[in-house]
């Protein structure tokens, strides 16, 4: 969770309110973090498309943090901030 943290802060450094190129559109991030175990799945085949299924329960923990989380924000779930909260 540590380096997940450090991370996002790099992530909102870098491209919070970055130009795509489209019109003056830039991006606005706010990110979510859960902690856990999770599991990678690479599914498909037909016609040569493939896609990645990504499960566990940090994948609910972050749907909740991830909207609680304003413009250039990162909101930690519980179990994250439980392995970080000595740290920061």
Request: charged share 20%.
């Amino acid at each position: 969770c540590l380096r997940g943290s450090a991370c996002c802060l790099e992530i909102h450094k870098r491209l919070h309110n970055f130009d795509t190129g489209e019109g003056g559109v830039q991006l606005q991030l706010h990110i979510g973090v859960g902690a856990g175990d999770i599991t990678i799945l690479k599914v498909g085949g037909a016609h040569d498309r493939f896609e990645y299924v990504i499960a566990g329960t940090p994948m609910e923990q972050i749907a909740i943090a991830e909207p609680l989380a304003g413009s250039r924000e990162t909101v930690l779930s519980p179990q994250c901030w439980e392995e970080v909260k000595d740290t920061v």
